[in-house]
C-alpha cells in the first residue's frame, strides 16, 4: 500500500518533463499535455497515466483494440466465400459478367490478391508510421478507412476490374495487425504476457475471417456484395469504440525509461539500482538483420507452403473432386463448400489454445518448424485422398476431417511469427518490423494463391499443390537456425521468488541460503519478515547432503544452539503479539503467513523434503542404528522428536495460529533442555543424546 501511494504521488513531477524522454529510441515522446491522444480524464489525470494505474482503463483499452482487429477481420474477409461464385459466369445473379480474361482458377484468387497487395504495403507504411505518430491514431485511420472502402466496393461492384481496384484501395487501408501487435509489445512488461497477447490478437484476427465468411453464407439470398454494407458498418462501431477508449501508450514507454533512467542515476549517487530482467530476457537495443530475415524467410515459406492444405486443397482440389467433375450428383454442394471453406478457419480456436503448451515445451522456433513438416505431410494426404477415383462420400468425410484436425497445426506455426519478431526487436522498431512482418505474409498470401492458381488451370492443381509441400519442408529448415537464439528457443523455466533474491534483497546472503550454506536464524528470519511484509513467499532453503556436513557436526550443533535461542526469543515476540491482536488482525495474518509460506514451485518443496529426508537416514545409519531391522523403533523415535504442531504451511486460522506457535515452541523448548541450550554454558550433549533420550522412553514403555 505504501508503494501504491508512493507511485501515485510522484506522478505528477514525471509529467513535467515528460519530453525529455524518448520510446526507448530515435523517436521522442509528446508532452502529455501537448497530445490530442494522451489528453487528461476528468480528474484531471492524462490518459495515459491513467491506463497505468487503473486496471480498469487498461482492460477497457485491451478490449477495445481486440474488437477493432476482429471486426476489420470480418471486414476484409466478408465477401470470401463468394469469390467463385463471383468469378464464374452466370452462377448467381451478381457474377461478374466477364473476368478480363482470366480462368477460373485464376479470377479466383486474384480478387482477394487485390486486397492483400493493399494490406502488404499498408502493413509496412501504416505500421512504420506508428512508430513515429503514435498507434491509436494508425489504428483509427485504418478503420475508418475500412468503413469507406467496404462501401466503394458495393458501389463499383457491376464490374471485375473496377471492384478490384477499389479491393486494393481498401486494402491499403487495412494494416490494424501490425499496429496492434507493435501496441501490445507496447503495454505489457513481461515476455509471456506479450507473447499471449500477440498471440490472442493473431488468434482473434484469424477467429474474425470465420465471422466474415459466416455472414456472407447468411445474406446469401439478399446478394453477393450486401454484406459489404454490413462490413461497413460493424467497422464503423469498432472505430468510435476505438476513439473513445483506446488509449495512446506512447507516453507510457516514455514514463517507464525515464523511471528507469532516474534509478540510474540515484545509482550513481550511491543507491541500488537492479534492473529486473524480462523473464529472464532482456529488450535488445538494436535490430539483428540476420536473424530479422531468418524469422521473415521462415515466415513467407510458412504462409506459401500453407495455401496448399488451405485453400488450394478445398479449391480448386476438392471442389473439382467432389463437385465440379459431379455435376448430376454432386457429392459437395456450392453451400457445402462456402460452410467448409469458411468453419475450417474455426480451428484457429484450437490452435491458438495449444500454442503456449507447445512453445513451452518446444519453444517459438520449435513450433514453427514443427508446424511446417506436419503441415507439408498433412497437404501430402489431402492431395492423394481427392485424387481416389471414383469419388466417394466416404473419401469426402475423410478429406474434410483431416484438413479440420490437421488445420490447427498450421496456425501454430503462423501464430509463432509475432513472438519471436517481439523476442529480437528494440521498442522504437516494434511497428516497422511487425509491419514488415504482416507485409511479407499478406504479399504471399496474394501472390502464392494467384500464381498457384494460374500453375492449376495450365499444368494441374496436383503440380500446384506439390509446389506448396516442397516450400513448406523448406520453411520448417530455415526456421532451424532460430532454435539457438534466446527468445525464440524453449525458455528456460523461470526462477520462482521463493528460489532467488528480490529487489532491495542481500544478493550474496540469500545465493548463501540457496547453497545451503548456513546463514544465521536471524537473518533468514529479518529477511523473511520483510517478504512477508510485502506479501512475497518466504525463503525456501535446500539442505547439503549428510556426506558434506558428516565431518562437520559440532559445528552444525554449535550454530544450531545459537538459532535456537534466537527462535525462542522471536516466538515470544510473536506470541505477545496475538495475545493483543483482534479478529480481524489475525486475520490479516493468517491470510498472509499462508500466501508467504506456499511456494509458486511445489515440486522444489518435495525435492527439498526427500533431502532432508536422505539426510536423517544417511546420519542414522552413520552413527550405527539399523533401521532395516526395527524401523518401527525408529518411526517412533522421530515422531517422540517431532510430535505433531497442528495445522500444514498454508492452511493457518485465528484459531489454529497460535496453538501452532505454542506447540512449536514446547517441542523446541524440550530439544532446548535436552541438548543444554537454555543453560548459559555451552552444554556437551550430541544429537546422538537426543535419539538416545528417545529411545529409552521407547523402552521404558515398552516395559
Known amino acids: 500500500m505504501a508503494e501504491a501511494s508512493s507511485s501515485a504521488a510522484d506522478m505528477e513531477p514525471m509529467e513535467v518533463k515528460l519530453s525529455e524522454a524518448g520510446t526507448g529510441g530515435d523517436t521522442k515522446a509528446t508532452s502529455p499535455k501537448k497530445s490530442l491522444l494522451s489528453c487528461c480524464s476528468k480528474n484531471g489525470v492524462a490518459a495515459y497515466q491513467e491506463m497505468y494505474i487503473s486496471p480498469k482503463v487498461f482492460k477497457k483499452s485491451m478490449w477495445a483494440l481486440r474488437f477493432a482487429v476482429f471486426v476489420d477481420a470480418i471486414a476484409g474477409t466478408i465477401e470470401q466465400p463468394n469469390y467463385p461464385i463471383m468469378v464464374l459466369k452466370g452462377a448467381h445473379p451478381d457474377s461478374f459478367p466477364t473476368t478480363g480474361g482470366l480462368d477460373f482458377a485464376a479470377a479466383t484468387y486474384f480478387v482477394p490478391m487485390s486486397a492483400l497487395l493493399g494490406v502488404a504495403i499498408a502493413s509496412l507504411v501504416i505500421g512504420t508510421m506508428s512508430d513515429r505518430v503514435g498507434r491509436k491514431p494508425c489504428i483509427l485511420l485504418c478503420l475508418y478507412g475500412t468503413v469507406v472502402g467496404c462501401i466503394l466496393k458495393f458501389i463499383f461492384k457491376f464490374s471485375f476490374w473496377p471492384y478490384c481496384a477499389f479491393n486494393f484501395i481498401n486494402g491499403l487501408m487495412s494494416a490494424s495487425v501490425p499496429v496492434s501487435l507493435a501496441y501490445a509489445g507496447d503495454v505489457y512488461e513481461t515476455k509471456l504476457e506479450k507473447d499471449n ?3 490472442l490478437l493473431v488468434g482473434i484476427s484469424m477467429l474474425g475471417s470465420a465471422g466474415g465468411g459466416i455472414i456472407a453464407i447468411l445474406m446469401e439470398t439478399q446478394g453477393l456484395f450486401v454484406p459489404l454494407l454490413v462490413g461497413s458498418g460493424i467497422v464503423f462501431i469498432a472505430a468510435v469504440t476505438a476513439t473513445k477508449y483506446l488509449v495512446e501508450p506512447k507516453d507510457i514507454i516514455a514514463s517507464r525509461n525515464r523511471e528507469k533512467e532516474q534509478q540510474r542515476e540515484e545509482a550513481e549517487l550511491g543507491e541500488t539500482f537492479e534492473e529486473e530482467e524480462d523473464d529472464g530476457i532482456p529488450v535488445p537495443e538494436t535490430l539483428n538483420y540476420k536473424i530479422f530475415s531468418i524469422i521473415l524467410c521462415g515466415a513467407l515459406g510458412d504462409n506459401v507452403g500453407s495455401s496448399g492444405l488451405f485453400p488450394l486443397c478445398l479449391s480448386p482440389l476438392a471442389y473439382d473432386a467432389f463437385l465440379r467433375e459431379r455435376p448430376s450428383d454432386p457429392i459437395m454442394s456450392e453451400v457445402a463448400y462456402k460452410w467448409i471453406s469458411v468453419l475450417v478457419a474455426l480451428m484457429v480456436v484450437p490452435g491458438t489454445m495449444v500454442s503456449p503448451w507447445i512453445y513451452n515445451k518446444l519453444g517459438l522456433a520449435g513450433g514453427c518448424i514443427g508446424g511446417n513438416v506436419i503441415t507439408g505431410i498433412v497437404t501430402i494426404a489431402l492431395l492423394y485422398i481427392a485424387q481416389i477415383r471414383p469419388a466417394t462420400g466416404g473419401s469426402f468425410g475423410v478429406f474434410v476431417a483431416l484438413l479440420y484436425v490437421c488445420f490447427p497445426f498450421t496456425v501454430i506455426s503462423q501464430l509463432s511469427t509475432g513472438p519471436m519478431l517481439e523476442a529480437v526487436t528494440p521498442p522504437p522498431k516494434r511497428g516497422f518490423a511487425q509491419g514488415v512482418n504482416i507485409t511479407i505474409m499478406n504479399f504471399g498470401a496474394a501472390v502464392s494463391p494467384f500464381l498457384l492458381g494460374t500453375v492449376s488451370d495450365n499444368f494441374g492443381t496436383p503440380l500446384a499443390i506439390w509446389i506448396c509441400i516442397i516450400i513448406s519442408f523448406l520453411a520448417g529448415v530455415v526456421n532451424i537456425p532460430l532454435i539457438w537464439v534466446k527468445g525464440c528457443n524453449v525458455p528456460t523455466k523461470p526462477v520462482p521468488p521463493e528460489r532467488k533474491a ?11 541460503a540457496l547453497k545451503g550454506e548456513w546463514i544465521p536464524a536471524q537473518d533468514l528470519e529479518e529477511l523473511n519478515e520483510a517478504r512477508f511484509e510485502r506479501g512475497q513467499p518466504y525463503l525456501i532453503v535446500p539442505p547439503r547432503s549428510y556426506g558434506e556436513e558428516k565431518d562437520k557436526l559440532a559445528l552444525l550443533r554449535r550454530r544450531a544452539r545459537k538459532d535456537f535461542l534466537y527462535h525462542k526469543k522471536k516466538s515470544r515476540e510473536y506470541l505477545a503479539k496475538f495475545a493483543i ?14 500466501q508467504s509460506s506456499t511456494a509458486n514451485d511445489p515440486e522444489e518443496v518435495k525435492n527439498i523434503h526427500e533431502a532432508m529426508g536422505k539426510w536423517f537416514i544417511d546420519y542414522v545409519v552413520d552413527s550405527g542404528y539399523s533401521p532395516q531391522t526395527d524401523n518401527v523403533l525408529m518411526k517412533q523415535a522421530i515422531m517422540t522428536t517431532f510430535p505433531p504442531v497442528g495445522s500444514v504451511p498454508g492452511s493457518y486460522t485465528p484459531e489454529n495460529l497460535e496453538q501452532v506457535l505454542l506447540d512449536v515452541e514446547k517441542n ?8 543444554g541450550f537454555d543453560e548459559e554454558k555451552k552444554g556437551r550433549a550430541t544429537f546422538q543424546r537426543v535419539l538416545a533420550n528417545a529411545r529409552s522412553v521407547i523402552y521404558q514403555q515398552n516395559i
Not at 491482536?581 to 499462508?594: H, K, S, T
Request: net charge negative; proline share 0%; charged share 45%.
Open 668 to 675: 523446541y523448548a524440550r530439544l532446548m533442555e535436552l541438548e
Open 581 to 594: 491482536a483482534d479478529e480481524e488482525e489475525l486475520e490479516a495474518i493468517c491470510r498472509q503467513v499462508n
Open 502 to 512: 528480490l529487489k532491495g534483497e542481500d544478493a550474496e546472503l540469500v545465493e548463501k
Open 197 to 199: 497477447e500477440i498471440g
